[in-house]
């Protein structure tokens, strides 16, 4: 099955179940305004701009014309994906980071798709970064998805969210609506200022993979003998095994839930504060309400 079948049954479900209607939702326009696209005339009717009369058609015709204008509807949204060694992690005992990075890609660039508007991908890691530029269909998003999927190994170099933006910076000159996907949890002062560069281009959206909680009873697989053993904890930027005692120990699960708690409102404060919308992604299932909540997010911000 393909990225995006995944993807667009999911929704599928999703809709029917919970939120009929809403995948007729979409982003804030970039722009405001007129448009710039010359459709035809009508004749005057009394409200209509004056600035939009057609002074040599109403002569012409003997009657008052107004020009009508298309809005101008289609955007680029530009994925800027972190593909580091850190996003092959597993979220949890059943979703790994990747699988989450590319769904809610997914769903963000089916939703763009959609809306006949252009996807493209800049993806890295603290070595290398990579962009596809912008192109339209669902062929165009499957192969960006394909990209995604394939770049996020255990075997990649560390990654480097700062490094992935700062490329963006450079590369990507035009105005777009750039969707950042990540498992970082803390922004730093570097971060910081490359979002900052970036909001004065782009529409910024942030979207957060989540961690396993290392201290979650653990789960089993079956070994080489057909009986089930505790799943190994696994640093996998550190590439050792983490220790027994962390599993199972409820009053270390609830300070490491105050811990998340408390980095995820830091990450929601200075976010907030560079004007760049948020949400934090668990799982596929609350991937596709996460999202909208974003979006949400982003049409009021464009209001204020």
């Known amino acids: 099955m393909s990225h995006l079948t995944r993807v667009k049954t999911r929704l599928s479900i999703h809709a ?28 005057y009717v009394r409200g209509d701009d004056v600035k939009d009369i057609d002074w040599k058609a109403s002569a012409r015709s003997r009657m008052l014309l107004v020009r009508r204008y298309v809005a101008e509807r289609k955007h680029t949204v530009l994925f800027a994906v972190s593909t580091g060694r850190s996003m092959a992690a597993m979220n949890d005992a059943q979703v790994s980071k990747r699988e989450l990075a590319v769904f809610v890609t997914g769903v963000m660039g089916y939703l763009a798709v959609r809306h006949g508007d252009l996807v493209a991908l800049v993806h890295g890691d603290a070595r290398r970064q990579h962009a596809r530029p ?31 933006l700062d490329y963006v910076a450079r590369a990507i000159r035009r105005r777009t609506i750039l969707v950042v996907v990540s498992d970082e949890t803390h922004v730093s002062d570097a971060l910081a200022e490359s979002l900052r560069r970036l909001t004065a281009q782009h529409e910024v959206l942030f979207l957060t993979i989540g961690d396993l909680d290392p201290t979650l009873a653990a789960g089993s ?11 190994r904890l696994v640093d996998v930027d550190a590439g050792t095994g983490g220790p027994s005692w962390l599993r199972g120990d409820t009053r270390l699960a609830q300070e490491y839930a105050a811990l998340v708690a408390g980095e995820e409102t830091q990450l929601r404060k200075r976010l907030d504060q560079l004007g760049v919308v ?27």
Not at 224 to 229: E, L, P, V
């Open 16 to 43: 029917h179940r919970k939120v009929r209607g809403l995948l007729q939702g979409e982003y804030a326009a970039i722009q405001v305004g007129r448009g710039i696209d010359f459709n035809d005339l009508r004749e």
């Open 134 to 164: 912008p192109d339209n269909g669902e062929l165009a998003l499957e192969r960006l998805l394909g990209r995604i999927h394939d770049a996020i190994s255990p075997d990649a170099p560390p990654s480097d969210l700062t490094a992935v």
């Open 221 to 231: 697989a079956v070994n080489g003998g057909g009986q089930r053993a505790p799943r």
């Open 278 to 304: 948020h949400e934090r992604v668990r799982d596929t299932e609350s991937a596709i309400a996460a999202v909208f909540r974003v979006l949400e997010r982003h049409r009021h911000a464009r209001r204020r």
